[in-house]
């Protein structure tokens, strides 16, 4: 029963530092001792931000690390990766596109044979109506000329 206590209390502040170091791990200085979280307080771009030094301040051992900078890199590279996905989609949309460009090229070209055969049909049958307009005006040309020599013969008798 007493073990089972001590199990218990051990596992859950096992727990419980687990999930406090998960949030703000605990750093060491060069002086190998616990390195304590400070907020920068002059003004700048850095002002609020925590960040770890040496607790032996101001014989400080030069120790200095960003307390929120891992999230900030965590969070960039997820940004990153978010991105990089967008970018393999996109890629893969272009690639699709391009297929699909090239289908329609295909298609087009496929088009353009055809509408190249219909013009051709079309040039011959407008050939054809031409012939057929030349051969009309030409019926119209000897029947005028017919007329015209018979209206010179009448007036010559
Ligand atoms: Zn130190």
């Not at 060069?30 to 014989?59: E, L, M, Q």
């Not at 055809?114 to 054809?128: A, D, H, K, P």
Request: charged content about 25%; glycine content about 4%.
């Amino acid at each position: 029963m007493a073990s089972q206590q001590s199990m218990n209390s051990n596992s859950s502040s096992m727990s419980k530092s687990r999930s406090r170091s998960g949030s703000m791990p605990q750093l060491l200085c060069y002086h190998n001792d616990i390195a304590p979280i400070r907020v920068v307080k002059h003004d700048g771009p850095t002002r609020g931000k925590r960040f770890y030094g040496c607790s032996h301040w101001p014989r400080t051992c030069g120790f200095f690390k960003w307390a929120d900078e891992s999230d900030e890199v965590r969070e960039l590279q997820f940004k990153l990766f978010e991105k990089d996905t967008e970018i393999a989609e996109l890629e893969l949309e272009n690639s699709l596109l391009q297929e699909k460009v090239k289908e329609l090229k295909q298609t087009n070209l496929k088009n353009r044979d055809q509408l190249e055969e219909i013009l051709l049909e079309n040039s011959v049958t407008r050939e054809g109506m031409y012939t057929a307009t030349a051969d009309k005006k030409l019926y119209v040309f000897l029947l005028m000329s017919w007329v015209f020599f018979s209206v010179v013969y009448m007036f010559q008798k």
